[in-house]
T-cell receptor
Framework: KAGVTQTPRYLIKTRGQQVTLSCSPISGHRSVSWYQQTPGQGLQFLFEYFSETQRNKGNFPGRFSGRQFSNSRSEMNVSTLELGDSALYLC?????WGDGYEQYFGPGTRLTVT | KNQVEQSPQSLIILEGKNCTLQCNYTVSPFSNLRWYKQDTGRGPVSLTIMTFSENTKSNGRYTATLDADTKQSSLHITASQLSDSASYICVVSIINTGTASKLTFGTGTRLQVTL
């Protein structure tokens, strides 16, 4: 069974631009979560989607948004990029939404903002 | 405030030696605690997951312990190998009450295994 895939793997953008990252969950998984990882802050939760609905949201500005499609694939968008948005963005999928469901992480998208 | 603290921040050990990583948490209400291994440039991979009622769980050379009374967990690595070099992240889950984040992450322990 294929794991979680994220595209692109690496991305370089300029301040002020916007970016869209994509995540394909493991087949049969319906919940997708997004995380930002930086050396200083570690892993921080962005949002979680289940059945095309955002179920939880972390403490990030409105420039960070996401969506989930009917096939469970998910995208996240960051508008008006800032230097501080440079990070590894990780997507994780699980069978369903709720406690106890194991999360499987993708390899991440390394975003560099210059 | 829900927090997860890990120690040490970094650790260097010789191949073949054992080591123990620590995790203290203040997360409440507690649901489960997970340990992840993250290789450089890759996503985290789950090692163990323990609920409130479990006090030890093993996955090969990795053994995690949990003391829910003192809110402490440890990850013991036996007979370390070069491939164990990675960051180890402790993650505590709260009971899903619809709050912003179910998971609270520690900042990780960076382990380097050398010859």
């Amino acid at each position: 069974k294929a794991g979680v895939t994220q595209t692109p793997r690496y991305l370089i953008k300029t301040r002020g631009q916007q970016v869209t990252l994509s995540c394909s969950p493991i087949s049969g998984h319906r919940s997708v979560s997004w995380y930002q990882q930086t050396p200083g802050q570690g892993l921080q939760f962005l949002f979680e989607y289940f059945s095309e609905t955002q179920r939880n949201k972390g403490n990030f500005p409105g420039r960070f948004s996401g969506r989930q499609f009917s096939n469970s694939r998910s995208e996240m968008n960051v508008s008006t990029l800032e230097l501080g948005d440079s990070a590894l963005y990780l997507c994780a999928s699980s069978l369903a939404w709720g406690d106890g469901y194991e999360q499987y992480f993708g390899p991440g998208t390394r975003l560099t903002v210059t | 405030k829900n927090q997860v603290e890990q120690s040490p921040q970094s650790l260097i050990i010789l191949e073949g030696k054992n080591c123990t990583l620590q995790c203290n948490y203040t997360v409440s209400p507690f649901s489960n605690l997970r340990w992840y291994k993250q290789d450089t440039g890759r996503g985290p991979v789950s090692l163990t997951i323990m609920t409130f009622s479990e006090n030890t769980k093993s996955n090969g050379r990795y053994t995690a312990t949990l003391d829910a009374d003192t809110k402490q967990s440890s990850l013991h690595i036996t007979a370390s190998q070069l491939s164990d070099s990675a960051s180890y992240i402790c993650v505590v889950s709260i009971i899903n009450t619809g709050t912003a984040s179910k998971l609270t992450f520690g900042t990780g322990t960076r382990l380097q295994v050398t010859l």
